[in-house]
Nanobody
Framework: QVQLVESGGGLVQAGGSLRLSCAAS????????MGWFRQAPGKERDFVAA????????YYADSVKGRFTISRDNAKNTVYLQMNSLKPEDTAVYYC???????????????????WGQGTQVTVSS
């Protein structure tokens, strides 16, 4: 069983930055691809970014490309999402997720992920 705990959310003005963290426990973190998803009120959960188990491959949604950066520290069992140039439309609950299928690339469908954190709220004011 893998446990994921997100942190780092909060309230920030448009144009500001936040860094989200997701700490994993209970499994072999360095073997998992990791992803970030978000869900705004009244909307479906959307893919944001993903990183391969080695960290060598990353993939981003078009809406965040160039503004967000996903990274991981396998020694600390933690994945990060650095969010810069935040916009009000980035407001959502952000979730990290673990994909236990070990592959060179990453998957962007939420149904491919096996474990999820509880989420952290990010609010961007205009």
């Amino acid at each position: 069983q893998v446990q994921l705990v997100e942190s780092g959310g909060g309230l920030v003005q448009a144009g500001g930055s936040l860094r989200l963290s997701c700490a994993a426990s209970g499994g072999s973190f360095s073997s998992y691809a990791m992803g970030w998803f978000r869900q705004a009120p009244g909307k479906e959960r959307d893919f944001v970014a993903a990183i391969s188990w080695s960290g060598s491959y990353t993939y981003y949604a078009d809406s965040v490309k160039g503004r967000f950066t996903i990274s991981r520290d396998n020694a600390k069992n933690t994945v990060y999402l650095q969010m810069n140039s935040l916009k009000p439309e980035d407001t959502a609950v952000y979730y990290c997720a673990a994909d236990l299928f070990k592959a060179a690339a990453v998957r962007i469908g939420g149904s491919s992920y096996d474990y999820w954190g509880q989420g952290t709220q990010v609010t961007v004011s205009s």
